[in-house]
């Protein structure tokens, strides 16, 4: 069974820095995300990396933000670093592995990030 568990969200000042994990159990996934739904706005993607570790980011975290990945571990993570009051939403953990055509996406229950200016 999959499941896909964040950790590490909180409080932070403008100028901090957090580091979320996704602890990922029941499978690799081809690709694993991060995205973020700040309140009355849509989920965005933050970044994503693939197994091979090629990642892609959003422009508004280019910079700042890095995803990573521990396959042996079964975890992905995001340092954000010099983070905004725009950067405040919930982060989203997401693995996507390719099924019988089509991708197969899971979700995690999400993590509270809140930037205070």
């Known amino acids: 069974q999959v499941q896909l568990v964040e950790s590490g969200g909180g409080l932070v000042q403008a100028g901090g820095s957090l580091r979320l994990s996704c602890a990922v159990s029941g499978s690799i996934f081809d690709i694993m995300g991060w995205y973020r739904q700040a309140p009355g706005k849509q989920r965005e993607l933050v970044a994503t990396?693939?197994?091979?570790?090629?990642?892609v980011n959003a422009d508004s975290v280019k910079g700042r933000f890095t995803i990573s990945r521990d396959d042996a571990k079964g975890t992905v993570y995001l340092e954000m670093n010099s983070l905004k009051p725009e950067d405040t939403a919930v982060y989203y953990c997401?693995?996507?592995?390719w099924g019988v055509g089509s991708w197969d996406d899971y979700w995690g229950q999400g993590t509270q990030v809140t930037v205070s200016s």
């Open positions: 997401n693995a996507k592995i």
């Open positions: 990396i693939t197994r091979g570790g090629t990642t």
